[in-house]
């Protein structure tokens, strides 16, 4: 591979002035007065967080997705990354070149849509699957992160868009399972994949969220394990109405048809959601639902903030559905 | 692999309170007003940048050094990290369990050494070779980070330490070539393999670097190479001459026994120094001197910067030698 060529014909043009033209091997950044910074790294490996042989622009915004959602939760606003690109060896170089072209647009593409750019990074080769990495810079004013810890007992749980969507669709991406082959609509399927291959990094929320949420986190693992993560950061329960978890028409279509809890715990275990799961004090809930009114965002009420230190979900028939089950633990 | 013990038991230990307990996802950094930041990333394949199986300390204290040789060129001081690691599926648990704890130590042994906490990152499986990767934040006062591109005409170009004992201790660790199985000593040979082992990112030199140095570079793809990256942000020459490029006794035993210019040729174009390549006012040779002498640091001047944008390089007898023989290319 050609990495100078990556670099100066692909990268280059997508880095701001902190990137120092990707002469440097490293970015110089000035930070406004009365800012946080928040930082985080997430890493996709082919295979595993995306499908075998896309190296495409649909990988590239998955990577910019996953970390942005992160900075989401926090309240924060991106300002720029790192980029870390691991080219597996094996493809030819016409078809690297192809591949390097379609994965720049689609850093392109999201950095347009939320204003932040390139700082820098470094490429190498691998025998193994591709893997790529990126580290976010994000700001918040000072002492205004949303962090995991503060939930309060007696808060409401809410929670972003709906659940679920993105897990079916990745069934379809993967190979569609006997459930999805009868009854869907082909605006269902539409649904669907659309949740998986462009998941909305709620970014554009950060200003309520700032202003209301005690608690918040991104559902990337699923909503009850998210749950979790705020459980134990904030060492107190989350007791969340299965009923209540939001649901696309298609969605909801598709666990009525058939064992209808036993779907919507599936959907509200598995990943790829990247909608906000965060706490706020009762009266307060006039305010957050006017700040996602303001952006076209569905909020709904999940459930409560209670005593403990674990996950509790009621299910359809008010019974407490049992925490294997969730595919809930610690971990 | 148990990610959560990887995280709790080992990771969660090396944490600043930036780190938020490794609880959130994401880090959250305070700046110091008037300060700027530098951030780097650098990865490390298996098989490629670490010996295939060397899942140690050794691997941890290479991927510390490396991106800390980023930091020290620009003068800054490292304040914190983020680590993603894709760990082998091959590894058997026990096994695992044992590099876990190697690794960390590596890790430990580092942020002890120079001051700094672990930050973030994440963590996931492979079916390919490790790969792993670090974003460092580092911190210069504002407008003093020495960039690659303030060389001037006339200034001097020094480096620190000795060249090439590194690339000796590659070959040595790699598989003996010939050149190396008669002549050197015991010592000799020890000299190579921890120049290999335990680089030193000089980032002690820092305020010297800051005061002094009108551009810088660390040297990981050899002193040429690093020459260039220099001339080119700098849009000079930098003219350097092969005698004066400082070597250990080791590795002037080798170069003088046979093909002298050559050898000396062979350890100034290939990488794994991380020694500093930097230039400075004639004038402030003095200060330069004494600021490394109060590090037990040695300095040595290698060249001059002229007009141009390219590398030139003056042989034993005088001569310019031609630039492909030094493996320097504008890539």
């Keep these: 591979m050609d990495e100078f060529d990556w670099i100066q014909t692909y990268l280059a043009p997508l880095a701001g002035p902190e990137g120092l033209k990707l002469l440097d091997d490293a970015a110089l950044y000035t930070p406004s007065d009365g800012q946080d910074l928040i930082l985080t790294q997430d890493s996709l490996i082919e295979g595993i967080h995306f499908l075998q042989g896309e190296y495409g622009a649909g990988t590239a915004s998955r990577l910019m997705a996953v970390n942005l959602s992160d900075l989401a939760a926090k309240g924060a606003r991106p300002v720029g990354y790192l980029l870390s690109v691991a080219w597996p060896k094996h493809l030819s170089s016409s078809d690297l070149k192809r591949w390097m072209h379609a994965f720049s647009k689609g850093l392109k593409t999201e950095q347009d849509r939320f204003g932040f750019s390139l700082f820098g990074g470094d490429t190498v080769k691998t025998e193994g699957p591709m893997s790529i990495s990126a580290t976010f810079i994000g700001v918040v004013p000072r002492g205004k992160a949303v962090l995991r810890s503060g939930a309060q007992l007696g808060d409401d749980i809410w929670v972003t868009g709906t659940i679920g969507d993105a897990y079916l669709g990745l069934q379809l991406a993967q190979k569609t399972p006997e459930t999805l082959k009868h009854g869907p609509s082909r605006e269902d399927l539409w649904v669907w ?45 989350l007791s969340v109405k299965l009923a209540d978890i939001p649901l696309s028409n298609a969605s909801l279509k598709w666990c009525t048809a058939k064992a209808e809890e036993a779907r919507r715990v599936e959907l509200a275990t598995n990943g790829d959601d990247y909608e906000l799961l965060f706490t706020a004090r009762p009266e307060d809930a006039g305010h957050i639902l006017t700040g996602a009114d303001k952006i076209n965002l569905a909020v709904t009420r999940v459930g409560k903030v209670t005593e403990g230190e674990s996950v509790h979900c009621q299910g359809l028939k008010g019974q407490q559905l049992p925490l294997q089950k969730l595919g809930y633990s610690h971990n």
């Design 193 to 237: 994949e659309e949740a998986f291959r462009h998941p909305t990094p709620r970014l554009l929320f950060r200003k309520t969220l700032r202003r209301y949420a005690t608690a918040c986190a991104d559902i990337s693992d699923g909503l009850l394990s998210e749950a979790g993560h705020i459980a134990k950061a904030s060492q107190k329960s």
